[in-house]
């Protein structure tokens, strides 16, 4: 994205100097709700990010300009003082879990804009957040290192915005590596970066464009109920501390204790695990028919058993699925948002003309198309 417009709306706001950052929105190859029980996931950022040029302005408050609303907010640094507008409480909150951690960001002054599409599950806040850790990090010398700042992030997810997530997006903007994906055990926070370049595959990103209402109560319901199926194996298998940790006989003991909705969740984030592990060994093969299969497999767990995907998604789905491209799933948290489709090059134009005449004969919009660049993470630039 060009600054250019944001760093002339800062001079016309707040004068000539600042620093420029950014940081990025992620995909997920595959390893979805499998954050927050100890499971792997394995994402990559992409060229598609958040910037801001920010200033320190010698108070105790904030004055954000976000260019993509258009509108200010200004606010302090304590829980009294906090801001109204939502977007701005991304920001406060990751001034406020810097605070809690017992360092001392002072105020200033920012404007900012984005290209992450909102509500695509591309994780737009996580950028938000990672930039703003990022840049006060560095502009204050806070001296915090890289996984607290995806941390910071996180809880300001939970604590600000009312999303008990995981740490996959805030991870994947802060550590994202071009060209790179990384497969992390969440359990343990070990990573490993996988170079990712399917020679003659593609990988594109279809986006419903629909984002329905109470995606994070239902997100948070979701991993009560895997908290819930967690604790009752835990009862009988000490040693279980995620339910990524438990295998599916040990999720059999505990059927009849827990509700079948329970019992569903559970299953596919057991399935979930092995099916990352299966696509880390077929992508070290460069065997892409396997990645895809696990692909397949994982829209039907998030559909069927997780409930998280919808009409559009599984109808995308389908059309990949008649189209013959090697892999298909819903991607992020779900209830709307994007696919992400691994096709053969060959097909690729019929596979986006297919999906969008289908799709806007049943919905009355097509759906849009992104490409996957995988970029860096949270950095400088200027
Ligand atoms: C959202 C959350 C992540 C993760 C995904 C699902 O993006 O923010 O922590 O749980 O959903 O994999």
Known sequence: MD???????????????????????RINLIGEHTDYNGGFVFPGAIDKGIYAAINPNGTDRIRAYSMDYAAMSEFG???????????????????????????????????????VPLGAGMSSSAALESTFANALNDIYNLGIDKFELARIGQSTEHNYCGVKCGIMDQFASIFGKEGHLMRLNCATMEFEYFPFNP???????????????LASSAYNKRRESCENACAHIKAKHQKVNYL??????????????????????????????????DVCAALEKGDYETVGDRMYG??????????????ELDYLNDIAKECGVTGSR?????????TINLVKEGLYDKFIATAKEKFNARFGHEPKVYNVVISDGARRLE
């Not at 994982?298 to 009409?311: A, I, N």
Request: charged share 30%; glycine share 10%; with cysteine.
């Open 298 to 311: 994982t829209h039907y767990g998030m559909s069927k058993e997780y409930e998280v995907s919808c009409e």
């Open 3 to 25: 600054t250019k417009e944001i760093k002339s709306k800062f001079n016309s706001l707040f004068g000539n100097e600042f620093r420029v950052y950014t940081s990025s929105g």
């Open 244 to 277: 990524s940790d438990a295998t599916m006989s040990m999720l059999d003991e505990v059927k009849d204790e827990i509700s079948n909705e329970d019992y569903m969740r559970a299953k596919y984030v057991i399935g979930e695990k092995q099916r990352v592990l």
């Open 77 to 115: 640094m304590t829980e009294a003082d906090a801001p109204k507008e939502a977007w701005a409480r991304y920001i406060f909150g990751v001034v406020r879990e810097m605070q809690k951690r017992g360092f001392e960001p002072k105020g200033f002054d920012t404007v900012f804009a984005g290209d």
């Open 199 to 213: 020679k003659g595959y593609k990988v594109v990103l279809l986006d419903t464009v629909v984002k329905h209402e």
């Open 330 to 338: 819903v991607m992020g948290g779900g209830f709307g948002g994007c």
